[in-house]
T-cell receptor, first 115, second 113 residues
Framework: GAGVSQSPSNKVTEKGKDVELRCDPI?????LYWYRQSLGQGLEFLIY????????KSGLPSDRFSAERTGGSVSTLTIQRTQQEDSAVYLC?????????????FGPGTRLLVL | AQSVTQLDSHVSVSEGTPVLLRCNYS??????LFWYVQHPNKGLQLLLK??????LVKGINGFEAEFKKSETSFHLTKPSAHMSDAAEYFC???????????FGTGTRLQVTL
């Protein structure tokens, strides 16, 4: 079946602009994660959604970052007033129920460049 | 708290020789451990995972890893490297109900003729 998809694949924006990144998880997966991959910080967790529970936002680096998940499926990560240090690849992953031992399936990522 | 240390940022081997990528972890609880691979300009792909069953785990493409609790290690091995194995490898830990993944800094594997 279809894997995790993300859009856009690349995004170039100017400093101070807002951006929205989209993630479509694997159908039937109730858990959805956002991670960021950057040269300076490596791969780091941002936010986690599981069903109807309150999301785990513990990895969001600042209040400029927010995310929502509508209808338990598609998720949007929004970065307001982008800064150059936000440049990174943003990865989305999903898993069946969010259990510790489950495989997380990753999308191809959105490469964000802030000029 | 959980963390992962990948002891080598870069490993170079000749095609046909064994591969060893080292990983040590720290976790307050019984962890699940994963190895993911990332080929250039490609997404992350699961190689194998340990989830408290057998300590020797076999994965795709001939890779395997052994969970050693006494050494807090989860090293990745392959008996014979292939050119197509050249990629970035990440050791990853997950613990508790949060299930968020903590990644190591990655090991770049180079395979030469």
């Amino acid at each position: 079946g279809a894997g995790v998809s993300q859009s856009p694949s690349n995004k170039v924006t100017e400093k101070g602009k807002d951006v929205e990144l989209r993630c479509d998880p694997i159908s039937g997966h109730t858990a959805l994660y956002w991670y960021r991959q950057s040269l300076g910080q490596g791969l780091e967790f941002l936010i986690y959604f599981q069903g109807n529970s309150a999301p785990d936002k513990s990895g969001l680096p600042s209040d400029r970052f927010s995310a929502e998940r509508t209808g338990g499926s598609v998720s949007t990560l929004t970065i307001q007033r982008t800064q150059q240090e936000d440049s990174a690849v943003y990865l989305c992953a999903s898993s069946l129920e969010g259990a510790q031992e489950e495989t997380q399936y990753f999308g191809p990522g959105t490469r964000l460049l802030v000029l | 708290a959980q963390s992962v240390t990948q002891l080598d940022s870069h490993v170079s081997v000749s095609e046909g020789t064994p591969v060893l990528l080292r990983c040590n972890y720290s976790s307050s609880y019984s962890p699940s451990l994963f190895w993911y691979v990332q080929h250039p300009n490609k997404g992350l792909q699961l190689l194998l995972k340990y989830t408290s069953a057998a300590t020797l785990v076999k994965g795709i493409n001939g890779f395997e890893a052994e969970f050693k609790k006494s050494e807090t290690s989860f090293h990745l091995t392959k008996p014979s490297a292939h050119m197509s194995d050249a990629a970035e490898y990440f050791c990853v830990v997950s613990t508790g109900t949060a299930s968020k993944l903590t990644f190591g800094t990655g090991t770049r594997l180079q395979v030469t003729l």
